[in-house]
């Protein structure tokens, strides 16, 4: 009722798969004391955020007012999500939700209260576009953002064609395709993972070139196979600094599940991969987040955060 604000006549659909299904029908039972057009289909889980879900989920997604997806790994950044919203479809994506989540930390924000802080934050972002991040831990990157900030990411998804996360509340942007330079070293949060050994990305041009740190072969491993399947000339577009964002939510709290900590407030993240959803080129079909803690975040004239503490 806060988040979606879901209507008694609107087609309802709930995807989930074996990994989320206890989220998936609570969620069914909750939203047919609203509507009764509500559907609930369990799929396979898919291998990794970014994966397409099978063709008939795809298809019954196109048609519904409402999908929410509690599943394992993220339908964001898929094909069948941009349709469906193309369509007009308003849609929640819940990857790697768990019971805990659901009912406390991130999920128990004023949603409300959220978008407008969100809201509030985009009108001095309004015309800023240059980016320089630094942490303690060695991070020291520049760039430029392509088009808007995305504000939509408040929780409150109530128009045809929305998305969101939930948890939500994050402001996010695409880093202008080659732009960045300089050092990432995510010391957070790495895809699912809390980090015990930090990984450092050399950046040039937009694209990263060098991997170190103790778990740079897992991390590279991660990439080569993504880029097995695409064609030679477009096996590159892996390696894409696809997005920047930062954490609007006061309640979110970093668990090692990206859904909730790339929203934790005083904290920034980069993700690697597809940026075909934000407007970009790189179409690769992979979409790995990292978080950086106690950063400091200077866009344009705006230092937002200071070593993680938010300045506004």
Not at 135 to 154: C, H, K, M, Q, Y
Not at 199 to 222: M, P, Q
């Amino acid at each position: 009722r806060e988040c979606m604000q879901i209507q008694r006549s609107e087609n309802v659909l709930v995807v989930t798969d074996p990994n989320t299904s206890v989220i998936g029908r609570a969620l069914y039972e909750a939203a047919t004391k609203i509507s009764d057009r509500v559907l609930m289909v369990m799929m396979p889980s898919t291998h990794r955020h970014g994966d397409e879900p099978p063709s008939p989920v795809a298809e019954l997604m196109r048609k519904q007012d409402v999908v929410l997806a509690p599943t394992r790994y993220s339908l964001t950044h898929t094909r069948a999500r941009m349709q469906a919203c193309r369509e007009g479809t308003r849609i929640a994506t819940m990857p790697g939700i768990t019971l805990q989540m659901f009912t406390e930390g991130g999920m128990t924000t004023d949603f409300n209260a959220m978008q407008s802080a969100i809201a509030q934050l985009g009108k001095s972002l309004k015309r800023q576009r240059s980016v320089h991040v630094t942490t303690p831990s060695g991070t020291d990157v520049t760039f430029e953002i392509a088009g808007r900030w995305e504000l939509g990411d408040n929780g409150i998804c109530n128009r045809p064609g929305q998305v969101t996360n939930l948890p939500a509340g994050k402001i996010l942007g695409m880093p202008k395709e080659g732009t960045m330079e300089g050092t990432i070293v995510i010391d957070g949060t790495w895809d699912a993972s809390l980090i015990e050994n930090p990984i450092t990305l050399k950046v040039e041009a937009g694209i990263v070139t060098k991997v170190s740190g103790e778990d740079r072969d897992d991390v590279k491993a991660l990439f080569v196979e993504a880029s097995r399947k695409l064609k030679p000339q477009h096996q590159s577009n892996v390696w894409t600094v696809a997005e920047f964002g930062f954490g609007m939510n006061p309640r979110a709290r970093l668990i090692g599940n990206v859904l909730e900590d790339e929203k934790v407030q005083g904290t920034c993240y980069f993700a690697i991969g597809d940026n075909t959803n934000l407007g970009g080129s790189a179409l690769c079909g992979i979409h790995v987040t990292g978080v950086l803690s106690e950063p400091t975040v200077k866009i344009g004239e705006l230092k937002l955060l200071n070593e993680g503490d938010m300045r506004i």
